[in-house]
């Protein structure tokens, strides 16, 4: 009951700042792309300030895969499984990987600065521009880069 709960005052909330302030991207894309429902009932609150909230689980994410792309363009050499997979990438890729990874860069660090300023206006940018960037390009970079390197793996599989 406490879950169902959880996720009225979150499915509340949201639409309120939704709807005041004009936010673009529904409580499902972000659900659907960020896992803000499970992020909420991990943490066992819905904050009042449910846009900063939002905003961190963003930034967590996105900084999660900027990790994981870093590990592929300057791998750990004493990490054989980051030593792999960053073989498996031409340099025209990880070039492209630069790119996204600059391109979150900009995202997270620009979510530092509406910490600091507290402005609404940016935080509703920020929300609706995250979302805009899985969808339209993060999403199926990072998609096709994952598909070489499970391919790559399992063309070692098949060797056993």
């Given at each position: 009951?406490?879950?169902?709960?959880?996720?009225?005052?979150?499915?509340?909330?949201?639409?309120?700042?939704?709807?005041?302030?004009?936010?673009?991207?529904?409580?499902?894309?972000?659900?659907?792309?960020?896992?803000?429902?499970?992020?909420?009932?991990?943490?066992?609150?819905?904050?009042?300030?449910?846009?900063?909230?939002?905003e961190y689980r963003i930034?967590?994410?996105?900084?999660?895969?900027?990790?994981?792309?870093?590990?592929?363009?300057?791998?750990?050499?004493?990490?054989?499984?980051?030593?792999?997979?960053?073989?498996?990438?031409?340099?025209?890729?990880?070039?492209?990987?630069?790119?996204?990874?600059?391109?979150?860069?900009?995202?997270?660090?620009?979510?530092?600065?509406?910490?600091?300023?507290?402005?609404?206006?940016?935080?509703?940018?920020?929300?609706?521009?995250?979302?805009?960037?899985?969808?339209?390009?993060?999403?199926?970079?990072?998609?096709?880069?994952?598909?070489?390197?499970?391919?790559?793996?399992?063309?070692?599989?098949?060797?056993?």
């Open positions: 009951m406490e879950r169902e709960k959880l996720i009225e005052n979150l499915e509340k909330a949201y639409n309120e700042i939704r709807s005041s302030h004009k936010i673009k991207a529904t409580l499902d894309d972000l659900d659907r792309i960020f896992f803000i429902k499970d992020y909420v009932l991990k943490d066992g609150f819905v904050s009042s300030k449910i846009s900063r909230q939002i930034v967590e994410i996105f900084m999660n895969w900027n990790e994981y792309l870093h590990s592929l363009i300057m791998p750990n050499p004493q990490n054989i499984l980051n030593m792999s997979e960053s073989k498996i990438l031409s340099q025209d890729e990880k070039k492209s990987i630069i790119e996204l990874m600059k391109k979150i860069m900009e995202l997270t660090s620009r979510n530092s600065i509406i910490g600091l300023t507290k402005d609404i206006k940016e935080e509703v940018k920020f929300i609706d521009d995250a979302v805009h960037f899985w969808e339209k390009e993060f999403k199926n970079k990072l998609l096709s880069i994952l598909k070489k390197i499970n391919a790559e793996w399992g063309k070692e599989n098949e060797n056993l």
